[in-house]
């Protein structure tokens, strides 16, 4: 049984998340922990209310619709009329996932090959990574480089290979914050049709754009037959622990990705199912509000970064801040994370863990602003002893 690794070699050095590490340290030493991306207060107590009352009133206690509840599956289509214009059929058209997650571990293996290539911009979500490697893909990565984090959209073009099947976006952009603009988006649509592309993108942070606007792929000439879009209610909705997401993408597109779905959680969190159709509804105030809420946010942790010494890298969207800790005379983002809680006691983590060329993130160091008020002006309080 021991003569081959018990791991499967696609998962190679999967097995550490610094996310665990950084958590457990901020639980040991009582740091603030701004490095994990989860909201300290729940969302909208309605919401929650109706997650309750689903529950009582037997709605998805048991197993609901493969393809998801009908009230959430038309919710998410009108979310995308309402928003978009994007007009999608709730019945073959919208598929409810286990988190963002799962959407994107399913649509890796539902529309991947062994050999096929991935190209994404790093750094990325680590989830990628690993489903790109699940799938028995391969990816390659282009780099986003600081200060603005903007796409090279020559390098795209010259990334794209015959063995190319997919492009795996994310926009708005965890751990920079970019947000991607409609002329980088023509761009890219342009190259996806003339390349014979599909495109999946992350949009997690669709409601959490500061500065400029959310433009979904799907809306370009050309890209609704090839684009999965993959959404979540947990950043949305500050309910990161319901994991319930969605994807919106071609008949076709949904029924590939459904049948790797089916096998992976077949279904999930059914009466929360009923609590997130309702909170799709929730009046545009809800989602402006909540944008506006943290663009307060990252102004107050952004400029206390700067005044502790850190180079801070504004974000147009998300709820992350990248940093970087050269000016403070550090050269090692892991280190910095791993004294940081000691030092002063917040909790952050080393952006090099998003990136698969070691050098380029080294000196980069993510901060999550979903937290109360206080605690922010608490962390950089502390952040001032630097
Ligand atoms: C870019 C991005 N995609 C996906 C996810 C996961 O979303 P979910 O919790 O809905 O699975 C996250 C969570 O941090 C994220 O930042």
Not at 25 to 47: H, K, M, S, Y
Not at 59 to 87: D, F, I, K, M, T
Not at 114 to 127: K, L, M, N, Q, T
Request: glycine share 8%.
């Amino acid at each position: 049984m021991r003569d081959r690794p018990l791991l499967n070699r696609r998962l190679e050095g999967f097995s550490t998340t610094i996310f665990a590490e950084m958590s457990a340290l901020a639980v040991r030493t009582g740091a603030i922990n701004l490095g994990q991306g989860f909201p300290d207060t729940d969302g909208p107590v309605e919401v929650a209310e109706a997650a309750a009352r689903a529950v009582r009133d037997g709605r998805g206690n048991q197993y609901p619709p493969g393809s998801g509840v009908p009230e959430l599956r038309e919710a998410v289509a009108e979310h995308q009329r309402h928003w978009y214009g994007l007009s999608f059929d709730p019945d073959s058209e919208v598929l409810v996932t286990a988190g963002a997650t799962e959407a994107i571990a399913a649509s890796m293996l539902a529309l991947l090959e062994p050999g096929d290539e991935v190209i994404a911009f790093e750094p990325f979500y680590d989830s990628y990574a690993a489903c790109i490697a699940m799938a028995g893909a391969t990816r390659v990565p282009l780099t986003l480089r600081a200060p603005d984090f903007r796409p090279d959209l020559d390098a795209l073009r010259d990334a794209v290979t015959p063995r190319t099947r997919l492009l795996l976006l994310n926009s708005p952009h965890n751990p920079t914050g970019m947000v991607l603009t409609r002329d980088e988006l023509a761009a890219i649509a342009e190259l996806a049709v003339a390349r014979d592309l599909l495109v999946v993108t992350d949009e997690v942070y669709e409601h959490l754009v500061f500065d400029g606007e959310h433009v979904p792929l799907s809306s370009l000439p050309g890209m609704r037959e090839r684009t999965v879009a993959i959404s979540s209610a947990g950043k949305t909705f500050s309910f990161t622990g319901w994991k319930v997401g969605w994807l919106t993408a071609a008949a076709e597109l949904v029924a590939a990705v459904r049948t790797a779905k089916q096998f992976l959680t077949y279904v999930s969190g059914g009466p929360f199912q009923y609590a997130v159709a309702e909170a799709l509804r929730l009046p545009d105030a809800y989602f402006t509000g909540c944008r506006d809420d943290l663009r307060a946010k990252r102004d107050l942790l952004a400029a206390g970064l700067a005044a502790a010494g850190f180079e801070v890298y504004e974000p147009q969207g998300t709820y992350f801040v990248t940093t970087d800790i050269a000016p403070l005379g550090e050269r090692d983002g892991f280190a910095f994370c791993r004294g940081l809680p000691e030092r002063c006691g917040v909790v952050a983590v080393p952006n090099a863990v998003f990136y698969d060329s070691p050098d380029a993130g080294r000196t980069q160091v993510r901060f999550a602003f979903c937290k109360r008020e206080a605690v922010l002006r608490e962390a950089v309080d502390r952040l001032g002893r630097l």
